[in-house]
T-cell receptor
Framework: ETGVTQSPTHLIKTRGQQVTLRCSSQ?????VSWYQQALGQGPQFIFQ???????GRGNFPPRFSGLQFPNYSSELNVNALELDDSALYLC?????????????FGDGTRLSIL | GQNIDQPTEMTATEGAIVQINCTYQ??????LFWYQQHAGEAPTFLSY????GLEEKGRFSSFLSRSKGYSYLLLKELQMKDSASYLC???????????FGPGTRLSVLP
């Protein structure tokens, strides 16, 4: 069983740029959720995709957007990067919106904004 | 609103027992999860409670009281490798997904 994989592992960008992060869900999972984790804090929910549709969104501005593909992999896009966007971005996959079951996390993408 | 509280840091001795508390206020409740996260790594799933009571899994146990909005994670026979952050997460209304607490950083000393 292949686990959740994220790419790239690390990324350095400058303010105002755009970035795309990628996530491959675990085999058999149709739901992907994205989280932002600042240093020393718990993950903050960005949004969830279920069967290619957005299924919930946290308190993040519209410059954070996403996609889910027919194979259930997903992308997180962030436009007009700000210094505060520096964080670990985690992707988690599950079956059927993660109801009554755990989410499985990838190792994350460490994004640094200069 | 959604709010989850945990102690920021705890210290315990190898071989001892430690209890990490979590209190929550969320709109809706569809389960409480505990995750372990070593520095620089992904969170890994430890336990899940949706009904009141105790769930035991080897050295780890988790307890839930829905009426009190309270849970704890109990770690027995502590080992040095248990030094990590422990995240309490609640699934609220469907589509709201997980709300994570700030995490409790546990240091296990020899």
């Amino acid at each position: 069983e292949t686990g959740v994989t994220q790419s790239p592992t690390h990324l350095i960008k400058t303010r105002g740029q755009q970035v795309t992060l990628r996530c491959s869900s675990q085999s058999g999972h149709n739901t992907v959720s994205w989280y932002q984790q600042a240093l020393g804090q718990g993950p903050q929910f960005i949004f969830q995709y279920y069967r290619e549709e957005e299924n919930g969104r946290g308190n993040f501005p519209p410059r954070f957007s996403g996609l889910q593909f027919p194979n259930y992999s997903s992308e997180l896009n962030v436009n007009a990067l700000e210094l505060d966007d520096s964080a670990l971005y985690l992707c988690a996959s599950s079956r059927d919106r993660g109801i009554n079951q755990p989410q499985h996390f990838g190792d994350g993408t460490r994004l640094s904004i200069l | 609103g959604q709010n989850i509280d945990q102690p920021t840091e705890m210290t315990a001795t190898e071989g001892a027992i430690v209890q990490i508390n979590c209190t929550y206020q969320t709109s809706g409740f569809n389960g409480l999860f505990w995750y372990q996260q070593h520095a620089g790594e992904a969170p890994t799933f430890l336990s899940y409670n949706v009904l009141d009571g105790l769930e035991e899994k080897g050295r780890f146990s988790s307890f839930l009281s829905r009426s009190k909005g309270y849970s704890y994670l109990l770690l027995k026979e502590l080992q040095m490798k248990d030094s990590a952050s422990y995240l309490c997460a609640v699934m609220g209304d469907y589509g709201q997904n997980f709300v994570f607490g700030p995490g409790t950083r546990l240091s296990v000393l020899p």
